[in-house]
T-cell receptor, first 116, second 118 residues
Framework: DQQVKQNSPSLSVQEGRISILNCDYT??????FLWYKKYPAEGPTFLIS?????DKNEDGRFTVFLNKSAKHLSLHIVPSQPGDSAVYFC???????????????FGKGTKLTVNP | DTEVTQTPKHLVMGMTNKKSLKCEQH?????MYWYKQKAKKPPELMFV???????INESVPSRFSPECPNSSLLNLHLHALQPEDSALYLC?????????????????FGSGTRLTVV
């Protein structure tokens, strides 16, 4: 059973427009959410994250929105640039009091293509 | 230093070989992880080390053997692998979130080792 879902395998937008990538989760114990960007054969690069006590976090062109009641989050990229073309993974974590480590659960990813 | 460094970047090994993947970070992170990623799939957790002790093994076959010599290093020893073990192996490290539960914290991945088993 997928706990983190990215239902759109791909998204194509024009340069300068807004890209909106969506993510849904089922586990109500998740309290931290992260977005990663990934190019083929490279490791995921951290973009932005949000704690469950917040509903919005912004960093430059990237904004993440969290709707806890709907168990939904979204990543907005404004304005989109061709260099943003990559696979974007949503990941979630549930804090556990022991050990200080956290297990990330990833969605399947959305391939974003920004056309010039 | 804000990076997780993995070596080698590429590795081709036979099914009877023994090899090791290495991972290093100097961010003071006390949790380190091995993930495996197959093509067009999300990363999947293999092992977690917390404060240099193995805390999670996600039912990984014994032909994969992790080792954490100190708080900055993480190894993955490989022996008698199968062709289906070919994948991108990712190392990650994270801060202890207890130190700042609501603070944006770091969970950083290395660039991975592309492993091919022939």
């Amino acid at each position: 059973d997928q706990q983190v879902k990215q239902n759109s395998p791909s998204l194509s937008v024009q340069e300068g427009r807004i890209s909106i990538l969506n993510c849904d989760y089922t586990n109500s114990m998740f309290d931290y959410f992260l977005w990663y960007k990934k190019y083929p054969a490279e490791g995921p690069t951290f973009l932005i994250s949000i704690s469950s006590i917040k509903d919005k976090n912004e960093d430059g062109r990237f904004t993440v929105f969290l709707n806890k009641s709907a168990k939904h989050l979204s990543l907005h990229i404004v304005p989109s640039q061709p260099g943003d073309s990559a696979v974007y993974f949503c990941a979630a974590s549930a804090y556990t009091p022991q050990g200080g480590s956290e297990k990330l659960v990833f969605g399947k990813g959305t391939k974003l293509t920004v056309n010039p | 230093d804000t990076e997780v460094t993995q070596t080698p970047k590429h590795l081709v090994m036979g099914m009877t070989n023994k090899k090791s993947l290495k991972c290093e970070q100097h961010m003071g992170h006390r949790a380190m992880y091995w993930y495996k990623q197959k093509a067009k799939k999300p990363p999947e957790l293999m092992f977690v080390y917390s404060y240099e002790k193995l805390s999670i093994n996600e039912s990984v076959p014994s032909r994969f053997s992790p080792e954490c010599p100190n708080s900055s290093l993480l190894n993955l020893h490989l022996h008698a692998l199968q062709p289906e073990d070919s994948a991108l192996y990712l190392c990650a490290s994270s801060q202890d979130r207890r130190r700042g539960r609501d603070v944006i914290y770091g969970y950083t991945f290395g660039s991975g080792t592309r492993l091919t088993v022939v």
